[in-house]
T-cell receptor
């Protein structure tokens, strides 16, 4: 069982470059979300989706875009990368709403912006 | 918005000693979840508490949810090297947002 799959695992960008972090789940989960993890800051919610075609902002949405065209996929786009976006990014999904159900996490993407 | 704080931020213990991490929310929570993240890994769900004053045990781990449903704790009895990692609590801001605490990093020395 694949669960939640994130690609790439590592990425180095230059300031101003754009890229998309991919996330796919095969559990038919309605809810998907993106978190970033920084030392001493815990996990902070960037964007989330409660179903295909529906997305909303989390705690730290600035500089990131998302879309949800299918139930399985929830890509995170950085339009113009900044050094402040250097972080570890985790995608997570759950069977129903994000607040009441346990989250299943992907293995993460370590992003460095130079 | 809702804030979830954890203390301590970091703790190292000798193998066999007990360990406790505390989680405090700025708002009343409908439930609280706990996750463990091994070094270099991703967070993995441990447990969910729903009722006021609830206590749940998983082998050497004891989880408590406060009477006011604004705080929680995780206690590990007789730590082992396999307990190494970062422990996060998380509570819902609403039905759609799960807000994580700042985490407690546990190091166990043999």
């Amino acid at each position: 069982n694949a669960g939640v799959t994130q690609t790439p695992k590592f990425q180095v960008l230059k300031t101003g470059q754009s890229m998309t972090l991919q996330c796919a789940q095969d559990m038919n989960h309605e809810y998907m979300s993106w978190y970033r993890q920084d030392p001493g800051m815990g996990l902070r919610l960037i964007h989330y989706s409660v179903g295909a075609g529906i997305t909303d902002q989390g705690e730290v949405p600035n500089g990131y875009n998302v879309s949800r065209s299918t139930t399985e996929d929830f890509p995170l786009r950085l339009l113009s990368a900044a050094p402040s976006q250097t972080s570890v990014y985790f995608c997570a999904s759950s069977s129903r709403t994000g607040g009441g159900e346990k989250l299943f996490f992907g293995s993460g993407t370590q992003l460095s912006v130079l | 918005g809702q804030q979830v704080m954890q203390i301590p931020q970091y703790q190292h213990v000798q193998e066999g000693e007990d360990f406790t991490t505390y989680c405090n929310s700025s708002t009343t929570l409908s439930n609280i979840q706990w996750y463990k993240q091994r070094p270099g890994g991703h967070p993995v769900f441990l447990i969910q508490l729903v009722k006021s004053g609830e206590v749940k045990k998983q082998k050497r781990l004891t989880f408590q949810f406060g009477e006011a449903k604004k705080n929680s704790s995780l206690h590990i009895t007789a730590t082992q090297t396999t307990d190494v990692g970062t422990y996060f609590c998380a509570g819902p801001e609403n039905t759609d947002k799960l807000i994580f605490g700042t985490g407690t990093r546990l190091q166990v020395f043999p």
